[in-house]
């Protein structure tokens, strides 16, 4: 069995897609025997995963970016570039499909369609010619989570068989963190108070001006023996929240983007992971936190109990003051903390990236 992945984002700078492709594409091939798996176009050798930057060099980013534009409107091109595959699984960087190969693709979510304000024009416009010419002509697709199948069935009237749920995966660094990574990592980066953490983008949808709210609305005893820290890049119309953030609310900490390395120490370290998320396909950092073995606070909408399970602390995302009462609750109760670190360590054993990729590829081997 040959695949043709296009892996034309880990060149781009990206977060959740970019981190399911680098993950996923390595446990295909370190799973896969006899089957093979190519990173298309001609993605053959990636280093350390970064969400900022290319994972290649600038000298063998360009032209590979040049190629992938060109094979969107040359036919010829794209099957070069794909090979001898007899499956082509595309993202929204491809805008075609490839003759004579089956054409497949991932649905992580559908928040385009759903949540559109939280996205820019371009995006949407790019969500919805991906979906046009390629998700609903392909002839098999993955979702990231049972939420996001029915979703994508129902926008799009997909039929149950068209569509399958295969979960993404944790990277093993996760389910490993020490606690002297830990401290490494808390140190380095001058947290010296337990603290509240979330991981993720800045952006509209993550809904980290409620978080902050529910943080304003603890005790201010409370709120001087932990913090809230964020961790992540800046993203679009985030100016409001950002200034926020940074304004120097006490008790309030932004570290910026955190290197991946670093990401499961710091994970390890929080006293409690805290994801109030709007919407979400999949949910990496909770399911990371889960890994970890941190206690984990998040929204319940879309996905998110899916994924968690019994594990989380479910709240509404929409409510300051639910938010506040669930973390009172895990701040106030170790009994509470451990029971629920527990739990989503258990659960999370069933987001292995070895799991995904063998799900995956008893899914390209009905195309063979």
């Given at each position: 069995?040959?695949?043709?992945v296009?892996?034309?984002p880990l060149?781009?700078?990206s977060?959740?897609?970019k981190?399911?492709l680098?993950h996923?594409i390595?446990?295909?091939?370190?799973t896969?025997g006899?089957n093979?798996?190519?990173?298309y176009?001609f993605i053959?050798?990636?280093?350390?995963?970064?969400?900022?930057?290319s994972?290649?060099s600038?000298?063998r980013t360009a032209p590979?970016?040049v190629?992938l534009?060109a094979?969107n409107?040359?036919?010829?091109?794209r099957?070069?570039?794909?090979?001898?595959?007899?499956v082509?699984?595309?993202?929204?960087?491809?805008?075609?499909?490839?003759a004579?190969?089956?054409l497949t693709?991932?649905?992580?979510d559908?928040?385009?369609?759903?949540?559109?304000e939280?996205h820019t024009e371009?995006n949407?416009?790019a969500?919805?010619?991906?979906?046009?010419?390629?998700?609903t002509k392909?002839?098999?697709l993955?979702a990231v989570s049972e939420?996001?199948r029915?979703d994508?069935m129902r926008?799009?009237?997909?039929?149950?068989?068209?569509?399958v749920t295969?979960h993404s995966?944790v990277?093993t660094?996760?389910?490993?963190?020490?606690?002297?990574e830990?401290?490494?990592?808390r140190?380095?980066?001058g947290l010296k108070?337990?603290?509240?953490l979330?991981?993720?983008t800045?952006e509209p949808?993550?809904n980290?001006?409620?978080?902050?709210?529910?943080y304003?609305?603890l005790p201010e005893?409370v709120?001087g023996e932990?913090?809230?820290?964020f961790a992540g890049?800046m993203?679009?119309?985030?100016?409001?929240t950002?200034?926020?953030?940074?304004?120097?609310?006490p008790g309030?900490?932004?570290?910026?983007?955190v290197?991946?390395?670093?990401?499961p120490?710091?994970t390890?370290?929080?006293?409690v992971?805290a994801y109030p998320s709007?919407?979400?396909?999949f949910g990496f950092?909770?399911?990371?936190?889960m890994?970890?073995?941190?206690p984990?606070?998040?929204?319940?909408?879309?996905c998110?109990?899916?994924i968690?399970g019994?594990a989380?602390v479910h709240?509404?995302?929409?409510s300051?003051?639910?938010i506040?009462?669930?973390?009172?609750r895990?701040?106030s109760?170790?009994?509470l903390?451990?029971?629920?670190?527990?739990?989503?360590l258990?659960?999370a054993?069933?987001y292995?990236?070895?799991?995904?990729a063998?799900a995956?590829?008893r899914?390209?081997?009905q195309f063979?």
């Amino acid at each position: 069995m040959r695949v043709s992945v296009d892996a034309s984002p880990l060149l781009l700078r990206s977060a959740g897609v970019k981190n399911y492709l680098y993950h996923w594409i390595r446990a295909l091939q370190q799973t896969g025997g006899e089957n093979r798996v190519n990173g298309y176009p001609f993605i053959d050798r990636i280093g350390d995963l970064t969400h900022e930057t290319s994972v290649m060099s600038f000298a063998r980013t360009a032209p590979r970016i040049v190629w992938l534009l060109a094979a969107n409107r040359i036919g010829p091109a794209r099957k070069l570039a794909a090979g001898d595959a007899q499956v082509f699984h595309v993202t929204n960087q491809v805008h075609n499909g490839v003759a004579g190969m089956a054409l497949t693709a991932t649905v992580h979510d559908m928040t385009s369609w759903l949540t559109p304000e939280f996205h820019t024009e371009a995006n949407i416009v790019a969500d919805r010619r991906f979906a046009e010419r390629i998700l609903t002509k392909a002839d098999g697709l993955i979702a990231v989570s049972e939420n996001s199948r029915q979703d994508a069935m129902r926008v799009w009237n997909l039929k149950p068989e068209k569509i399958v749920t295969i979960h993404s995966g944790v990277p093993t660094a996760y389910f490993d963190a020490s606690a002297g990574e830990a401290e490494r990592v808390r140190e380095a980066l001058g947290l010296k108070k337990p603290f509240i953490l979330h991981v993720g983008t800045v952006e509209p949808r993550k809904n980290l001006d409620a978080l902050l709210d529910a943080y304003l609305l603890l005790p201010e005893s409370v709120r001087g023996e932990i913090e809230l820290v964020f961790a992540g890049p800046m993203g679009w119309a985030a100016s409001t929240t950002s200034k926020r953030i940074l304004s120097g609310l006490p008790g309030v900490r932004y570290l910026g983007y955190v290197p991946e390395r670093d990401l499961p120490g710091l994970t390890k370290a929080a006293m409690v992971f805290a994801y109030p998320s709007l919407y979400e396909g999949f949910g990496f950092p909770v399911a990371q936190a889960m890994a970890a073995g941190v206690p984990v606070l998040t929204s319940n909408n879309s996905c998110l109990p899916e994924i968690t399970g019994d594990a989380g602390v479910h709240v509404d995302p929409r409510s300051p003051s639910a938010i506040r009462d669930g973390l009172d609750r895990l701040i106030s109760s170790g009994s509470l903390r451990a029971e629920n670190a527990a739990n989503g360590l258990a659960k999370a054993q069933e987001y292995r990236w070895e799991r995904c990729a063998q799900a995956s590829w008893r899914f390209f081997q009905q195309f063979a």
